[in-house]
């Protein structure tokens, strides 16, 4: 017998039996679909790693004779949410070479449009078949996406929109509901009295929608809260250290407050130096190391999620589908919010 034959190759089926799940929840993670729980994404990736699965796209992206090059543009700083998606870009490219997958990552300066709109402007089909962004709604971007657009560059926007644009397709959560379910928790832990709201930028799609969902839900279920603001700090430490401490020391009596943006180890320094931590009911957005570190003291009551390495499943398989001129659905169902509190830490 012949013990140097080559292993059977597997299989989907392999890897939802290893891992313990069902086919559907392996196709999900697969194409970068919402709906598994990180736990379990984890499970599957594990498995597929375990049993060497490769999925036999090789062969249809050999018939496009080169390979698939696809160029994240995120915002440059500090703000910790995008290094989480750089982050796992990364991860994801470690494993794309053996699927002719290339996935770059390039940062411009934070909330200018100009920058983005230039970088884009340098694109073409020659050095990328799609630019995944993170979008400023701003007519300068807008006529660049529209230009790579007739080059024959595929765009999507990630964690922010740009409609009325000729993007394919968006891969984020759906922030009016963010905004909604940050108002109704606000509105129950507070039952009335002052709410501040903090933005990075009304420029950007995603504040602008939190906003009018927290907005929506604050007049119809909750008027008796009065609010405060937005102030745009930029998703800058500094400026939200800033605008909270200004905040706290105004409004003695203020009951909550709510930052859509980044910079949130910059309003826990604002709430612990005025001795306001745990006293203020607070809101936050993306669980990266401040507010992991506020749900744990305290500082911060509820963090809203959304799944960085889900998001890059998602955005890799979208341009995967438009590389092979398959259909894709510019409304694709949003990625889930996550609900944190100290309680149900990772």
Not at 85 to 102: M, Q, V
Not at 141 to 167: E, I, Q, Y
Not at 193 to 199: C, D, F, N, R, S
């Amino acid at each position: 017998m012949n013990d140097k034959l080559p292993l059977r190759r597997a299989t989907v089926h392999d890897v939802a039996r290893q891992a313990g799940v069902s086919l559907a929840t392996v196709d999900r993670v697969l194409n970068g679909r919402p709906g598994v729980r990180p736990a379990t994404a984890e499970k599957v990736e594990s498995a597929i790693a375990a049993l060497d699965f490769r999925r036999d796209l090789s062969a249809s992206l050999l018939a496009r004779a080169r390979d698939l090059r696809v160029q994240f543009i995120l915002p440059d700083g500090r703000n910790e949410f995008m290094a989480n998606l750089a982050d796992a870009i990364l991860r994801r490219a470690r494993t794309g070479i053996a699927e002719r997958l290339h996935l770059d990552v390039v940062r411009v300066k934070a909330m200018d449009p100009a920058a983005l709109a230039a970088r884009l402007g340098q694109l073409d089909r020659k050095s990328c078949d799609c630019a995944v962004i993170v979008a400023t709604d701003d007519e300068a971007v807008r006529r660049a996406v529209d230009g790579l657009a007739r080059k024959g560059v595929a765009v999507m926007t990630l964690v922010s929109d740009l409609p009325n644009s000729a993007r394919k397709m968006f891969i984020g959560i759906d922030n009016v509901a963010a905004g909604r379910t940050a108002a109704s928790l606000m509105g129950r832990f507070c039952g009335g009295g002052k709410v501040a709201l903090i933005a990075g930028s009304l420029g950007l799609r995603d504040h602008q929608d939190r906003l009018a969902g927290f907005r929506e839900v604050a007049a119809r279920e909750f008027p008796q809260l009065e609010l405060i603001g937005p102030f745009e700090a930029h998703d800058d430490r500094g400026e939200t250290e800033s605008f909270a401490a200004g905040l706290l020391r105004d409004h003695p009596d203020l009951k909550g407050l709510y930052n859509m943006g980044a910079g949130n180890s910059g309003l826990i320094a604002a709430l612990e130096a005025a001795g306001r931590a745990g006293k203020v009911r607070v809101i936050a957005h993306e669980l990266a190391e401040p507010t992991h570190a506020g749900l744990k003291s305290g500082a911060i009551d509820v963090v809203l999620d959304q799944n960085p390495d889900g998001e890059i499943r998602a955005a890799v398989a979208g341009a995967r589908a438009l590389a092979l001129g398959h259909p894709v659905d510019p409304h694709a169902e949003p990625i889930e919010i996550g609900i944190f509190l100290r309680d149900n830490l990772r």
